[in-house]
Protein backbone atom coordinates (compact mmCIF):
# COMPACT_ATOMS: atom_id res chain seq x y z
CA UNK A 1 0.00 0.00 0.00
CA UNK A 2 1.25 3.42 -0.78
CA UNK A 3 1.70 6.31 1.76
CA UNK A 4 -1.54 8.02 2.78
CA UNK A 5 -0.07 11.58 1.50
CA UNK A 6 -2.31 14.44 2.48
CA UNK A 7 -4.50 12.63 5.62
CA UNK A 8 -3.20 14.99 8.24
CA UNK A 9 -4.31 18.45 5.82
CA UNK A 10 -7.54 16.40 5.20
CA UNK A 11 -8.60 16.18 8.97
CA UNK A 12 -7.38 19.43 9.83
CA UNK A 13 -9.46 20.69 6.59
CA UNK A 14 -12.19 19.36 7.97
CA UNK A 15 -12.22 20.67 11.59
CA UNK A 16 -12.17 23.78 10.06
CA UNK A 17 -14.89 22.99 7.96
CA UNK A 18 -17.00 21.30 10.85
CA UNK A 19 -15.81 22.12 13.83
CA UNK A 20 -18.17 23.76 16.37
CA UNK A 21 -21.17 22.74 14.08
CA UNK A 22 -23.92 20.19 14.40
CA UNK A 23 -22.15 17.88 12.05
CA UNK A 24 -19.49 17.62 14.25
CA UNK A 25 -22.05 16.52 17.21
CA UNK A 26 -22.05 12.97 19.08
CA UNK A 27 -25.39 11.05 17.57
CA UNK A 28 -26.80 7.45 17.88
CA UNK A 29 -25.79 4.80 15.63
CA UNK A 30 -29.33 4.52 14.81
CA UNK A 31 -29.23 8.03 13.19
CA UNK A 32 -25.99 7.94 11.35
CA UNK A 33 -27.32 4.29 9.73
CA UNK A 34 -30.61 6.31 8.70
CA UNK A 35 -28.28 8.84 7.62
CA UNK A 36 -26.21 5.94 5.60
CA UNK A 37 -29.39 4.85 4.00
CA UNK A 38 -30.42 8.32 2.33
CA UNK A 39 -26.72 8.14 0.64
CA UNK A 40 -27.07 4.68 -0.27
CA UNK A 41 -30.65 5.12 -1.50
CA UNK A 42 -29.35 7.90 -4.04
CA UNK A 43 -29.96 7.55 -7.74
CA UNK A 44 -26.01 8.56 -8.18
CA UNK A 45 -24.73 6.12 -5.50
CA UNK A 46 -22.90 3.64 -7.17
CA UNK A 47 -22.05 1.08 -4.49
CA UNK A 48 -25.27 -0.52 -3.11
CA UNK A 49 -26.02 -0.86 0.37
CA UNK A 50 -23.08 -0.16 2.81
CA UNK A 51 -23.06 -1.54 6.58
CA UNK A 52 -22.75 1.04 9.57
CA UNK A 53 -21.54 -0.66 12.59
CA UNK A 54 -20.22 0.36 15.81
CA UNK A 55 -16.56 -0.03 16.33
CA UNK A 56 -15.05 -1.85 19.13
CA UNK A 57 -15.25 0.03 22.76
CA UNK A 58 -11.46 0.52 22.31
CA UNK A 59 -11.52 2.15 19.60
CA UNK A 60 -10.81 5.95 19.22
CA UNK A 61 -11.05 6.02 15.55
CA UNK A 62 -13.39 5.54 12.61
CA UNK A 63 -12.34 3.37 9.83
CA UNK A 64 -13.94 1.99 6.00
CA UNK A 65 -12.37 -1.51 5.19
CA UNK A 66 -13.00 -4.30 2.83
CA UNK A 67 -12.27 -8.22 3.40
CA UNK A 68 -11.80 -9.99 0.14
CA UNK A 69 -14.08 -9.22 -2.71
CA UNK A 70 -17.03 -8.25 0.26
CA UNK A 71 -18.57 -4.56 0.36
CA UNK A 72 -17.17 -2.30 2.49
CA UNK A 73 -17.71 -1.98 6.12
CA UNK A 74 -18.04 1.24 7.97
CA UNK A 75 -16.66 1.29 11.53
CA UNK A 76 -17.44 4.39 13.12
CA UNK A 77 -15.89 4.85 16.83
CA UNK A 78 -18.14 6.38 19.60
CA UNK A 79 -15.94 9.32 19.63
CA UNK A 80 -16.61 10.17 16.02
CA UNK A 81 -20.01 9.26 15.91
CA UNK A 82 -20.92 12.15 14.23
CA UNK A 83 -22.55 13.06 10.53
CA UNK A 84 -19.14 14.36 9.63
CA UNK A 85 -17.09 11.26 10.12
CA UNK A 86 -19.73 9.55 8.45
CA UNK A 87 -19.67 11.58 5.21
CA UNK A 88 -15.33 11.01 5.65
CA UNK A 89 -15.95 7.60 6.05
CA UNK A 90 -18.28 7.37 2.93
CA UNK A 91 -16.15 9.55 0.48
CA UNK A 92 -13.77 7.01 1.15
CA UNK A 93 -16.17 4.26 -0.42
CA UNK A 94 -17.30 6.43 -3.13
CA UNK A 95 -13.31 7.26 -3.86
CA UNK A 96 -12.49 3.90 -3.71
CA UNK A 97 -10.78 2.46 -0.73
CA UNK A 98 -7.45 2.26 -2.41
CA UNK A 99 -7.46 6.32 -2.87
CA UNK A 100 -6.65 7.07 0.44
CA UNK A 101 -6.98 10.75 1.17
CA UNK A 102 -5.91 12.22 -2.22
CA UNK A 103 -7.45 14.08 -4.86
CA UNK A 104 -10.16 11.63 -5.78
CA UNK A 105 -11.39 11.44 -1.94
CA UNK A 106 -11.45 14.69 -1.61
CA UNK A 107 -13.73 15.13 -4.40
CA UNK A 108 -16.26 12.37 -3.15
CA UNK A 109 -16.08 14.37 0.53
CA UNK A 110 -17.03 17.49 -0.92
CA UNK A 111 -19.72 16.22 -3.37
CA UNK A 112 -21.06 13.76 -0.42
CA UNK A 113 -21.20 17.00 2.23
CA UNK A 114 -23.22 18.98 -0.87
CA UNK A 115 -25.66 15.66 -0.27
CA UNK A 116 -26.13 15.00 2.73
CA UNK A 117 -25.24 18.96 4.18
CA UNK A 118 -26.10 21.19 1.66
CA UNK A 119 -23.88 23.50 -1.07
CA UNK A 120 -23.01 26.37 1.85
CA UNK A 121 -21.21 23.83 3.74
CA UNK A 122 -19.84 21.89 1.24
CA UNK A 123 -17.94 25.33 0.57
CA UNK A 124 -17.21 25.51 4.02
CA UNK A 125 -15.20 22.25 3.37
CA UNK A 126 -13.93 23.60 -0.17
CA UNK A 127 -11.99 26.26 2.04
CA UNK A 128 -11.04 24.31 4.30
CA UNK A 129 -9.14 21.89 1.63
CA UNK A 130 -7.99 25.44 -0.33
CA UNK A 131 -6.71 26.79 3.52
CA UNK A 132 -4.55 23.66 3.68
CA UNK A 133 -3.26 23.97 -0.35
CA UNK A 134 -5.27 21.01 -0.89
CA UNK A 135 -7.52 20.57 -4.13
CA UNK A 136 -10.11 18.16 -4.87
CA UNK A 137 -9.61 15.97 -8.43
CA UNK A 138 -11.92 15.65 -10.97
CA UNK A 139 -15.10 13.90 -10.71
CA UNK A 140 -15.40 10.28 -12.88
Known amino acids: MTADIGR ?14 SYEALVPIADLQAQAASITAAD ?8 VVAARSDARSSSTRRRGAGRPVVRLAAPQMTSATLVHEFAHVLAGIDAGHGPVFRRAHVDLAGFCFGEHEACWL ?7 GLQPGRRR
Open 8 to 21: EAVYAAEIAAFEGT
Open 44 to 51: WWPHGEIE
Open 126 to 132: LDGYAAM
